[in-house]
């Protein structure tokens, strides 16, 4: 330990009668912790409601989707799904049908999306086996998936009856749409409201027959080894099909709503982040008066030999070591907060505004690194300018005055 941290320390420590300087390192502690917490926990929620958000879309669909053309046939996306499985980072293909229908159950109705799927192929591309929270992953002839947030507001559980109308094939004839009567054998929790009101699910062959769309599919899925660089793996793809097909990612279908949260995450860093900066100043303000305060004391030391590089240090281990115990309690603080909000969830919000019923928080090294470096960089800054002044005073004026 050198004689100028030595000095640092005591001029941190004892100062019982100087309670203005006390105060203003209290101050300037606290408004650290408090800028630091705060930017902490803000990124920390925003991480977890990025990772929620992606999860939610990944449980309803894969990372990398193909559609095909109206008029693809069977044998050519057998071979487009052979030619895929040798790409790198690809690990399962499935095929699947998207279309719409009318709901009826108990004299009422409304509009749905249907889903065909393969169950033994969507498992390995999706989550949806572990969204059912009622019934079995099974979809055999009769049977259907719906949502939860469908089967509540209908009254209905595994085991009822419902009733699907598809439009008629060609749009121009004026006979009606079919009808199916269907059992629900399973209800899937997605997390985001409007699947688990509008979306169901029946086996593809049977959604070909009800259509009268023999052989067809919508596209298909795609799962990768990694989603978050399911981009690269999709260049990879568009350049390998001997086809031109549409090819997009799940960050693509959703670029609106994730650029939105990238760019709320940014400003919402910014803006706490001016927390700190009035901390900061804190720091500045306090060791100014306490330059002032030592004013004796610096003559005396620069009267016994010490050069101004002595004085800055003292002043500069004065500030750093003030800033330090407010960022070490401001990381304190988020860690605590966002370990009690992931046990307790103690904070509900509407599913149907924000897709989820919870805060997600999910802690980060890369945030907390960021955070903590600009921090010290900002405080040394900080630390280092009254300190500069303080070193520059001649100790021939101190000591003459004093």
């Known amino acids: 330990m050198t004689?100028?941290?030595?000095?640092?320390?005591?001029?941190?420590?004892?100062?019982?009668?100087?309670?203005?300087?006390?105060?203003?390192?209290?101050?300037?502690?606290?408004?650290?912790?408090?800028?630091?917490?705060?930017?902490?926990?803000?990124?920390?929620?925003?991480?977890?409601?990025?990772?929620?958000?992606?999860?939610?879309?990944?449980?309803?669909?894969?990372?990398?989707?193909?559609?095909?053309?109206?008029?693809?046939?069977?044998?050519?996306?057998?071979?487009?799904?052979?030619?895929?499985?040798?790409?790198?980072?690809?690990?399962?293909?499935?095929?699947?049908?998207?279309?719409q229908a009318v709901f009826t159950k108990r004299s009422r109705s409304q509009g749905v999306a249907v889903k065909g799927v393969d169950t033994k192929l969507q498992k390995n591309v999706s989550t949806l086996e572990k969204q059912i929270t009622k019934g079995n992953y099974s979809l055999k002839k009769d049977d259907i998936f719906i949502g939860s947030e469908l089967a509540s507001s209908y009254g209905l559980d595994t085991g009822d009856s419902v009733f699907l109308t598809v439009p008629p094939r060609d749009v121009s004839s004026f006979s009606g749409g079919r009808v199916k009567e269907l059992k629900i054998s399973g209800v899937f929790t997605s997390g985001m409201w409007e699947y688990d009101m509008n979306l169901v699910y029946i086996d593809i062959d049977v959604m070909r027959d009800l259509y009268g769309m023999p052989d067809e599919a919508t596209g298909m899925e795609i799962a990768v080894e990694n989603s978050d660089r399911a981009g690269e793996t999709a260049s990879r793809i568009r350049e390998a099909l001997p086809v031109r097909l549409w090819v997009r990612t799940w960050k693509e279908t959703n670029r609106t709503l994730f650029a939105a949260l990238e760019l709320e995450k940014k400003t919402m860093f910014i803006i706490l982040s001016l927390i700190v900066m009035v901390a900061i100043f804190n720091i500045i303000s306090s060791l100014l008066l306490q330059t002032i305060e030592k004013v004796r004391d610096i003559g005396v030391l620069k009267a016994l030999g010490a050069d101004s590089c002595f004085i800055v240090k003292i002043f500069v281990y004065q500030g750093i070591l003030s800033g330090a115990a407010g960022l070490a309690l401001g990381n304190l603080i988020a860690v605590t907060a966002c370990l009690l909000l992931k046990k307790y969830e103690f904070i509900q919000i509407p599913a149907s505004v924000y897709y989820m019923n919870k805060l997600p928080v999910i802690m980060t090294f890369s945030d907390f690194a960021l955070v903590n470096s600009i921090s010290i960089v900002l405080i040394f800054l900080a630390s280092y300018i009254p300190s500069r002044l303080a070193g520059r005073l001649s100790p021939a004026v101190i000591l003459r005055y004093e």
């Open 3 to 99: 004689l100028q941290f030595e000095i640092a320390l005591r001029y941190l420590f004892s100062r019982r009668k100087e309670v203005f300087l006390l105060l203003s390192s209290i101050i300037s502690v606290t408004g650290i912790a408090i800028g630091a917490a705060a930017l902490l926990i803000t990124l920390s929620v925003m991480n977890g409601f990025h990772t929620d958000l992606k999860n939610k879309f990944l449980s309803t669909s894969s990372a990398v989707t193909i559609l095909f053309p109206q008029m693809f046939s069977g044998v050519e996306r057998e071979a487009v799904s052979a030619q895929l499985m040798t790409i790198k980072g690809v690990t399962a293909v499935a095929p699947y049908l998207l279309n």
